[in-house]
C-alpha cells in the first residue's frame, strides 16, 4: 500500500543509510542492463535519490529523472541534486499512475523498492511502458519473497512470479532475473 505518510525522519535515514549499500549496490542494475552513455533514465518512486543519484553520477551525459507521488521525497531529490551539482538530474512529482514525460522518452525505467507499496500495479506498469521508448528497459527490484531476516514479512512482500505475470499483462516481454542480490529480486523487461 502506498505510504503517503512516509516523510517520517526515521524512514528517510533508513533510506539514506550506506548500510543498505551492503546488500543493494544500485550500479549493478546498469551494468547489468547494458545503460551507457548520453540515454534517458527514469527512477520511478525514487524517494531520497538511493537510486537516482548515483545513477545521475555514473552518466553524467545521461538525462536522469526521479519521480515520487511524495512531494517531500521529490523536494528532498531536488535539493541533493542541486548541492550535488548534478545538472542532469531532474526530480518530479507524479500521480500514483500518471508520469509527467512524453511517450517513447525514456531508455530505462527503474523502480526499486516500490512494487511492495503498489496499490495498483497494474495501471503503473502500464504507465512505464507508455514511457519507454520501444526496446526499453525496466527493471523492477524489490524484496526476495523470503524470511530471511531482512525482507518484511509475508503479506508485505510480491513473488515474483506476481510480478512477471503483472509485466506480460501490461504488453513487457523478455523477462529475465538477475540473481544479483541477496535480499532483492531484480527482473528486467523490454517494452
Ligand atoms: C521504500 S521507498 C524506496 C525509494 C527508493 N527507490 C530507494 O530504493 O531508496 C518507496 C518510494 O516509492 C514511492 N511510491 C509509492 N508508490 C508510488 C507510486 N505509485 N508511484 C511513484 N512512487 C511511489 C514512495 O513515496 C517512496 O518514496
Same mark, same amino acid.
Given at each position: 500500500?502506498?505510504? @503517503? ?24 542494475? +546498469? ?8 540515454? #534517458?533514465? /527514469?527512477? !520511478?518512486?525514487?524517494? #531520497? ?14 538525462? *536522469?529523472?526521479?519521480?515520487? *507521488?511524495?512531494?517531500?521525497? /521529490? %523536494? @528532498? ?5 542541486? $548541492?550535488?551539482? &548534478? ?10 499512475? %500518471? ?13 526499486? %523498492? /516500490? ?15 507508455? $514511457? ?5 528497459? *525496466?527493471? *523492477? #527490484?524489490? +524484496? ?13 512482500? !510480491?513473488?515474483?512470479? #506476481?510480478?512477471?505475470? %503483472? &509485466?506480460?499483462?501490461?504488453?513487457? =516481454?523478455? !523477462?529475465? =532475473? ?9 527482473? =528486467?523487461?523490454?517494452?
Amino acid at each position: 500500500m502506498a505510504d @503517503l505518510l512516509g516523510m517520517d525522519p526515521a524512514r528517510i535515514e533508513r533510506l539514506r543509510s550506506p548500510a543498505r549499500l551492503e546488500h543493494f549496490e544500485p550500479s549493478l542494475i +546498469w551494468s547489468a542492463l547494458g545503460f551507457t552513455g548520453d540515454r #534517458v533514465a /527514469v527512477d !520511478v518512486g525514487s524517494g #531520497v535519490g538511493f537510486i537516482t543519484l548515483p545513477l545521475a553520477r555514473a552518466f553524467p551525459d545521461a538525462e *536522469i529523472y526521479g519521480c515520487d *507521488i511524495l512531494d517531500g521525497m /521529490v %523536494q @528532498l531529490l531536488h535539493d541533493a541534486a542541486t $548541492v550535488e551539482g &548534478l545538472a542532469n538530474l531532474t526530480s518530479l512529482q507524479m500521480m500514483p499512475d %500518471q508520469i509527467p514525460l512524453s511517450d517513447d522518452s525514456a531508455d530505462l525505467l527503474i523502480m526499486a %523498492q /516500490v512494487h511492495h507499496e503498489l496499490d495498483a500495479p497494474a495501471p503503473l506498469l502500464l504507465e512505464c511502458r507508455r $514511457v519507454l521508448r520501444p526496446d526499453g528497459q *525496466i527493471a *523492477i #527490484v524489490d +524484496w526476495k519473497d523470503e524470511d530471511n531476516g531482512v525482507s518484511p514479512p509475508a503479506g508485505r512482500r !510480491v513473488p515474483p512470479t #506476481v510480478i512477471r505475470a %503483472q &509485466l506480460k499483462t501490461a504488453g513487457f =516481454s523478455q !523477462v529475465e =532475473s538477475h540473481p544479483l542480490y541477496r535480499f532483492h529480486t531484480f527482473l =528486467s523487461a523490454r517494452a
